[in-house]
């Protein structure tokens, strides 16, 4: 979850990465600062990192909450699995809504497409979700979505994100 999109938006580079050498390796790297989105291109289908050994600062610092708790001998291990098996269901019910709604927008995190498809509703910009679906059934999938988006923000907030 920390590389899929569902806990970040982004990875910014910080001072001493190489951001020739990762786009070299074939990050999307861009901008003056250099970031690149998430989900990221480095993630494989066995959820490992392609460029591991050459992973940004970012990428080496990150330590969820949950494992820092299980560092510190808050939290055991399984508990802690259970915590990410639930939490992953609940992107996935997420990421299951957001397609039946018709957003095919794979390659945006998480917030990203939320709040694109918030503006789309805000703005009556449905026109093209209304080929599969009736404006009753998108407006009821929007409410779901949202609901499901603010118990993952809430699970992601008390148990991921490290305090400050
Ligand atoms: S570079 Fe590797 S560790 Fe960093 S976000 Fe991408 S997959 Fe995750």
Redesign the pocket.
């Known amino acids: 979850m920390?590389?899929n999109g569902v806990l970040f938006r982004d990875?910014e580079l910080q001072p001493g990465d190489d951001a020739g050498k990762l786009k070299a390796l074939g990050?999307p790297v861009r901008g003056k600062v250099g970031k690149f989105s998430?989900p990221?291109t480095?993630?494989g289908e066995d959820c490992r990192?392609?460029?591991?050994a050459d992973?940004?600062t970012r990428?080496r610092q990150f330590e969820c909450l949950l494992l820092l708790d299980v560092i510190a001998g808050e939290t055991d291990v399984d508990p802690a699995l259970k915590i990410i098996r639930s939490t992953r269901r609940k992107a996935d019910k997420v990421l299951k809504l957001m397609r039946e709604i018709g957003d095919t927008n794979e390659k945006s995190s998480v917030s990203v497409r939320f709040r694109k498809i918030g503006i789309r509703f805000e703005t009556g910009d449905i026109d093209a979700w209304l080929e599969q679906k009736s404006e009753e059934e998108l407006y009821d999938l929007f409410g779901q979505l949202t609901l499901a988006v603010h118990e993952l923000n809430g699970v992601l907030n008390q148990k991921f994100y490290p305090q400050g």
């Open positions: 920390c590389c990875v990050m998430q990221c480095a993630l990192c392609r460029i591991y992973r940004p990428c």
